[in-house]
């Protein structure tokens, strides 16, 4: 069963930076693909930034150019690096895991990001 456990969160004022970090509970390139969700109340839960096996980088238009995913495989470690944010980043966000051929996706139990002044 993977484990993923998210930390990093907190309450940061509009322009300030947070870096999220989600440690797996085994190598992160059995993964086919990582990456951070968010949710915010009354939302829906949206991808944020994905990264593939091989290192491609997806992000959502609304954070690129602010948001950087990255990984730590000998850490077994994925993190986000928010800069820039914006009180419309405030949600829960969730790592994620999906695992090649079975599909299977797991799914960290999130960290609160709250952008206010």
């Known amino acids: 069963q993977v484990q993923l456990v998210e930390s990093g969160g907190g309450l940061v004022q509009p322009g300030g930076s947070l870096r999220l970090s989600c440690a797996a509970s085994?190598?992160?390139?059995?993964?086919?693909?990582m990456g951070w969700y968010r949710q915010a109340p009354g939302k829906e839960r949206e991808m944020v930034a994905t990264i593939a096996r091989g290192g491609t980088t997806n992000y959502a238009d609304s954070v690129k150019g602010r948001f950087t995913i990255s990984r730590d495989s000998a850490k077994n470690t994925i993190y986000l690096q928010m800069t820039s944010l914006k009180p419309e980043d405030t949600a829960v966000y969730y790592c994620y895991s999906l695992l090649p051929i079975t599909r299977r996706n797991d799914w960290g139990q999130g960290t609160q990001v709250t952008v206010s002044s």
């Open positions: 085994r190598s992160i390139f059995g993964f086919d693909t």
